[in-house]
């Protein structure tokens, strides 16, 4: 029981449901389990498991989930979940169309909810669910790796031993039947998830001494589909409002998690998936293909870019939130000025297309409910840089020509955040108006820019000459920038109006 403005309510749980919901909840715990979730947390709650609970409320989707959680530390939400019936509340929130929005929903896809560490077997038990169709992860970036493990008989670690383990148990129990392969659908943000996962699998497998045969029913009867996905999911609210939607509701929910609108989900796959998984019949934003390149790259050079460009300057202009730099007079107007003067004519696609996507990005960005802090953003700059601006560059410098103002600028802005010095076993810098920032980066990387400013200082050195330096830095950029048409000049011709006062 939790107290929200002198209210004493009980958790969520069945008892609390509407009879239209205790109907859907009852009809979910009749329903085979047709797929396996490796995750517990915000994300997949507020974007998978979302996306089922509207497919099955438009009576498509027709199964039930099963959630455990991938590693021991999720324990506290697998218990709190099952406290809860397997029930939770999704708000979403944001704008569409210029305008708020804000919808509330109960979630209740799983059937089953428990701790693979505590209940192993109940985990293997899961290979032989005749109708056990896709398993869907997120578990970080870091959760699809491979780390040489010992076979056990109690549970496994990693998530792909886990899952190297529970098909073989399926393919015994099945006697390598066709059918009955898994359909493996990652959400770890990670370039080709799903070629990972299947890399790592057959490792283990190789390790554990698996028969040959094994390794050609996954080859043959199982999909590891490479996918994309896009939400942001900003979990739990504060708790003012938190206790504002329970006196609303009259219940409380631990597991409250909140969500933008704006979900996309690009699937390397044939449509016809979709009548196993029904998310595009639902009317989601789900798309199936046969190339996610275009989906990776409008989002990397598009929306990730922005937000590379957007950190360093606002910080350095002492703006502190993503929304609060898409409004600002000035540097709102640049970035989305940059990314449809500059970025999109970059883009082998079509400008028309990626420009409506430019639309969906800065109305995000706009989200009244979400602050997404630059400082956090700023992390790592210097790789982000490398992966989401620097092709757009390159594709000016090997056509000959100027790098574009705002491209520009977005150097100059980088440089000038990490311009900075070793104080106190950290890196500092100082934004525009003086006042102190930590830069968060590879230690390597930093003790060299730092090197070069610090011997500028000594030498007195011009700006031109320093900044020369930078961006010859090969071990930054990977590549000698130094040559590029009027870089270095763009650069020293901002930072001498930005010292000076100027936006």
Known sequence: ????????????????????????????????????????????RGFADWMLQASRERGLFQGSVAVTQ?????????????????????????????????????VSVFSKVFDPYENWREFIALASCEMLRFVISNTTEAGIAYKKEPLTYGPIASYPGKMAYLLY????????????????LPCELLERNGDALRDHIVRYSL????????????????????????????????????????????????????AEPYHLWAIEGEEELDDLLPLKKAGLNVHWTDDLRPYQQRKVRILNASHTWMAPLGLLHGVSHVRELIEHPVLGQR???????????????????????????????????????????????LSKFKVRLLPTLSYYAELGQAIPEG???????????????????????????????????????LQQIAAIWANAEQKEQDLRTTVEQLLALETLWEQNLSSWPGLADAICHWWTKAEGGEV
């Open 207 to 258: 390790d554990w001494g698996f028969p040959d045969d094994f390794r050609r029913w996954i080859a043959s009867s199982c999909r590891f589909l490479n996918s994309l996905v896009d939400r942001i999911v900003t979990g739990y609210p504060a708790e003012e409002q938190a206790a504002e939607w329970f006196e609303q509701w009259s219940y409380s929910d631990r597991l409250l998690t909140t």
């Open 335 to 381: 970035v989305r000025a940059m990314v449809r003067a500059e970025i999109i004519p970059s883009i082998p696609y079509s400008p028309d297309e990626m420009n409506v996507y430019a639309d969906t990005v800065f109305e995000r960005f706009a989200n009244p409910f979400i602050r997404h802090r630059l400082e956090d953003i700023a992390m790592n700059s």
């Open 407 to 445: 491209l520009a600028t977005g150097v100059a802005g980088l440089l000038r955040y990490y311009r900075i010095s070793h104080v106190n076993g950290q890196y500092e810098g100082r934004n525009l108006q003086g006042e102190r920032y930590v830069v968060r980066d590879n230690a390597e990387l």
């Open 1 to 44: 029981m939790v107290e929200a403005k002198g209210l004493k309510l009980e958790q969520l749980s069945v008892e609390r449901l509407t009879e239209e919901q205790k109907r859907q909840y009852e009809a979910v715990h009749a329903s085979p389990i047709t797929v396996l979730q490796v995750g517990e947390g915000n994300f997949l």
């Open 169 to 184: 148990e399926r393919y015994i129990k099945f006697q390598g039947a066709a059918d009955k392969g898994i359909i493996f």
């Open 70 to 106: 991938p590693r021991p530390s999720g324990k506290h939400n697998i218990e709190q979940l099952a406290a809860q019936d397997g029930l939770y509340t999704l708000v979403v929130r944001g704008l569409e169309d210029g305008q708020p929005v804000e919808r509330h929903s109960i």
